[in-house]
C-alpha cells in the first residue's frame, strides 16, 4: 500500500504543478501547493488503504465463521 501512496501521491504532485504553472501561478506558491497537495494525497491514499484492508479481513473473518457454523 505504501508504494501505491506514493506513485499516487507523485502523480498528483506532478498534476497540481502542471495545472498551477498553466493557470500562471508563480513558481514558489506553484510548488508548495503540489508538495502540499501530494502529502494530503499520500495520506488520504494511505487511510484509504488502511480502511479497505480492513474490510477485507473483516469480510474474510466473517466468512470464516459463518462457514464453521454451517
Known sequence: MKRTAV????VGL????AVGTA???PPAACSLRAL???VVL??????AGWVLASVGA???QRGASSRRRE
Open 7 to 10: 506513485q499516487v501521491a507523485v
Open 14 to 17: 506532478l498534476v497540481l504543478a
Open 23 to 25: 493557470r500562471g501561478v
Open 36 to 38: 502540499a497537495g501530494a
Open 42 to 47: 499520500y495520506l488520504l491514499t494511505r487511510v
Open 58 to 60: 473483516d469480510i474474510l
